[in-house]
């Protein structure tokens, strides 16, 4: 796998099929700013996926880690593991630790949600 960088987004080269098709399961890598802070993403089957883990110790630091879990079952959000292939693209983009052994996703529409219920719980919103 290649991480190539054109700008700020670096992209993940899709892998083709033998007729020149992209294979379903394939994604690219980006980042977004989102409430001023600059998010690593991954887009799969047209979804920007967000890391769970960094979504929580950037966006969310000042909020305990329980009151965010609480907020996601009120608002009946999901989130999904990544797959090893996912994992590695996430930590070569710095969205998760090097150490990591696995991660979880969160959609951008579910974090988008998320935020707006966690503006009045934040000190810095």
């Given at each position: 796998?290649?991480?190539?960088?054109?700008?700020?987004?670096?992209?993940?080269?899709?892998?083709?099929?033998?007729?020149?098709?992209?294979?379903?399961?394939?994604?690219?890598?980006?980042?977004?700013?989102?409430?001023?802070?600059?998010?690593?993403?991954?887009?799969?089957?047209?979804?920007?996926?967000?890391?769970?883990?960094?979504?929580?110790?950037?966006?969310?630091?000042?909020?305990?880690?329980?009151?965010?879990?609480?907020?996601?079952?009120?608002?009946?959000?999901?989130?999904?593991?990544?797959?090893?292939?996912?994992?590695?693209?996430?930590?070569?983009?710095?969205?998760?630790?090097?150490?990591?052994?696995k991660c979880s996703l969160?959609?951008?529409?579910?974090?988008?949600?998320?935020?707006?219920?966690?503006?009045?719980?934040?000190?810095?919103?």
């Amino acid at each position: 796998m290649f991480l190539t960088c054109e700008g700020t987004f670096g992209i993940v080269p899709a892998t083709m099929d033998y007729n020149g098709e992209t294979r379903p399961g394939d994604f690219h890598a980006g980042y977004q700013e989102i409430e001023g802070i600059n998010l690593g993403y991954l887009q799969i089957n047209g979804t920007q996926m967000f890391a769970l883990a960094q979504v929580l110790s950037d966006l969310f630091k000042d909020i305990p880690r329980t009151t965010i879990s609480k907020k996601m079952e009120t608002l009946k959000i999901k989130s999904r593991r990544c797959d090893l292939k996912e994992l590695r693209t996430l930590k070569a983009i710095n969205s998760v630790p090097t150490r990591a052994v696995k991660c979880s996703l969160i959609s951008k529409a579910d974090l988008e949600a998320l935020c707006t219920s966690c503006k009045s719980l934040s000190p810095r919103r």
